[in-house]
């Protein structure tokens, strides 16, 4: 079965850095876009970034745009997310999702499968 687990999480003081990992299994990685979505307390789950299956493609949310990077390794059937200059309105819990799709990177429902999520808790 398909499983995705995000690691990497953890709690940073503001203008810190982390970096977010997805291990996936139990699908061909390298033919799925895969997305970072966050969801903070009594909030809606957002999108982060995404990444096309090639890494040609990727897309950020303006909040994040400047300060976070995604990126993939298809070898390792991996996707990071690279977090700096953190800030505490980036506390979240953080999820990886493969999409089903090659378009609407962006929207909930293109994804497929997601992770149980890693907590990112950023003091100020």
């Known amino acids: 079965q398909v499983q995705l687990v995000e690691s990497g999480g953890g709690l940073v003081q503001a203008g810190g850095s982390l970096r977010l990992s997805c291990a996936a299994s139990g699908l061909t990685f390298s033919n799925y876009g895969m997305g970072w979505f966050r969801q903070a307390p009594g909030e809606e789950r957002k999108f982060v970034a995404a990444i096309s299956w090639s890494g040609l493609e990727i897309y950020s949310a303006n909040s994040v745009k400047v300060r976070f990077t995604i990126s993939r390794d298809n070898a390792k059937n991996t996707v990071y997310l690279r977090m700096n200059s953190l800030k505490p309105e980036d506390t979240a819990v953080y999820h990886c999702?493969?999409?089903?799709?090659?378009?609407?990177?962006?929207?909930?429902?293109?994804?497929?499968?997601w992770g149980q999520g890693t907590q990112v808790t950023v003091s100020s």
């Open positions: 999702a493969a999409a089903g799709l090659n378009s609407g990177y962006d929207r909930i429902s293109t994804y497929a499968y």
